[in-house]
């Protein structure tokens, strides 16, 4: 419920990690809004995400510090290692990252970051979640939006001073509201996996519960990191090749994961086995994406959904919605200038972010002479240099 006094409420579609910071930005900068989502019951996919300090910085400042490190996870570094030996390529300390930028690199499973953001948005008054909310369209009416809004059968309109479109890779309102062009298939799957530490306890891989690992190998690539306190293991197989059914996410038969790791060495092969079950995700990106128009914006995937090889989209989302609720808060200016002001702000950065993960896509899948040249590379680079190539990244401060 809102108070008397608040100004009208920002409707945002979509209850994810976009939707919900941008609504808790909003409320600490003293903003209503309606958070509209889909899905009745709000569960994240049983996985990981890494925070990288620009984005945990924020959830810090919104005072989530505590929540979050409960069941989040410092590893002591990311190794990037050679698949082929397991030996490190550059091996980057994540408390000198920590140090370097002032807050935390995380990592955490998504079902906890989630619970961490809905406890604090359930308790803000000034936030109206409403689950079970299909937003089908919206007009932009000059001095307000309407938002069609299915609530079950049932179908409503809900008038707020601007519609913050955080409704993802699919996003309603990129394509239907602002004419928007649909997500692009990138011809690459990410294979997902959870594992209780235990099932790996036996495996002779160096340091695999501690640490961030980035295995490089042939036309593939590996992360694997510890979340949930340390009792989990978060395993991520990125391959390269067309995926007919073009599915978002679905669940993948070990086999074609087998044939796909086939000569990658044998301690990863077993530890590719251990999993009972995988999802694999088709990966889409947007580019190009109308960031805001009159009262309506994009924010997260709906605006630049990317390949996750920066581990970024989330981070990204996290970004940009303190951006937009920085500007939605000042109340100087006309409501479409604000949307412009927070457009012209993120559309540069979200797009060098989203072209650093493609180039990481072709540089981590690189094979034979190219390969070689690659790790030959990273080790002259080591860590300093390494870490100063991510400031602008995870430095990354909102003013
Ligand atoms: C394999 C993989 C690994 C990744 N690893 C990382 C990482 O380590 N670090 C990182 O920062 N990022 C990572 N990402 C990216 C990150 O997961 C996404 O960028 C992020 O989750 C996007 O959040 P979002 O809120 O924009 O969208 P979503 O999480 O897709 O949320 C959109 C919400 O909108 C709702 N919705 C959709 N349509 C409607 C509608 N019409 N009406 C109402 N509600 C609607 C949906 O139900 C959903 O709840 C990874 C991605 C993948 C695929």
Redesign the pocket.
């Known amino acids: 419920m809102s108070a008397s006094s608040d100004p009208p409420p920002v409707v945002i ?7 919900l910071t941008a609504a808790l930005a909003l409320a600490r900068a003293g903003r209503p809004s309606i958070v ?4 009745v019951h ?1 569960e994240e996919i049983g ?6 300090p620009n ?1 945990s910085r924020i959830l810090v400042e919104l005072g989530l510090r505590d929540a979050l490190a409960a069941t989040a996870v410092e590893p002591a570094a990311i190794r990037i290692r050679d698949a082929r030996t397991g030996a490190d390529l550059v091996r980057l300390p994540l408390a000198e990252v920590a140090a370097r930028h002032g807050a935390p690199y995380w990592v955490i499973h998504r079902g906890d970051l989630q619970a961490a953001l809905l406890d604090a948005v359930r308790a803000e008054p000034r936030i109206d979640l409403r689950l079970g ?4 369209g919206a007009v932009d009416a000059g001095d307000r939006v309407e938002v069609d809004v299915f609530f079950g059968e049932r179908r409503g309109m809900v008038r707020g001073a601007a519609l913050v479109g ?7 309102t990129r394509v239907a509201v602002l004419g928007g062009e649909p997500a692009r298939y990138s011809g690459r799957t ?1 294979w ?1 996996a959870v594992l209780p530490v235990e099932a790996v306890e036996g495996l002779r891989i160096e340091d695999l519960t501690g640490a961030t690992s980035l295995w490089l190998g042939r036309r593939a690539h590996l992360v694997t990191y510890p979340i949930r306190g340390g009792r989990l293991l978060n395993i ?1 197989a ?1 391959v390269d090749g067309d995926w007919v059914e073009q599915r978002w996410d679905t669940v993948g038969d070990p086999s074609d994961l087998k044939a796909a790791f086939a000569d990658w060495p044998g301690v990863i092969r077993d530890l590719l086995a251990k999993p009972q079950s995988w999802r694999k ?1 088709a ?1 889409f990106a947007v580019a190009g994406a109308p960031f805001a128009r009159g009262r309506v914006a994009l ?4 605006a630049h ?2 390949l ?1 090889f920066v ?7 996290v970004e940009d919605a303190a951006v937009i609720a920085r500007h939605l808060a000042d109340p100087s200016r006309p409501v479409p200038d604000r949307l412009a002001a927070y457009a012209s702000e993120r559309r540069g950065r979200t797009a060098k972010v989203a072209g650093a993960a493609a180039t990481n896509a072709r540089v981590y899948h690189l094979d034979g002479l190219a390969a070689g040249a690659r790790n030959a590379a990273m080790r002259l680079m080591g860590p300093s240099r390494m870490l100063a190539r991510m400031d602008w990244i995870w430095g990354w401060r909102d003013r």
């Not at 955080?166 to 309603?172: L, N």
């Not at 924010?299 to 709906?302: F, K, P, S, V």
């Open positions: 579609a979509g209850a994810g990690i976009a939707g509209l989502e889909r899905a709000l996985a990981g995400i890494q925070l990288s984005a909310a299909y937003i089908e955080a409704d993802g890779v699919w996003s309603k990410a997902r991520i990125a995700w990966l924010i997260g995937d709906a959904a990317m996750p581990a970024q989209g989330g981070a990204m989302a």
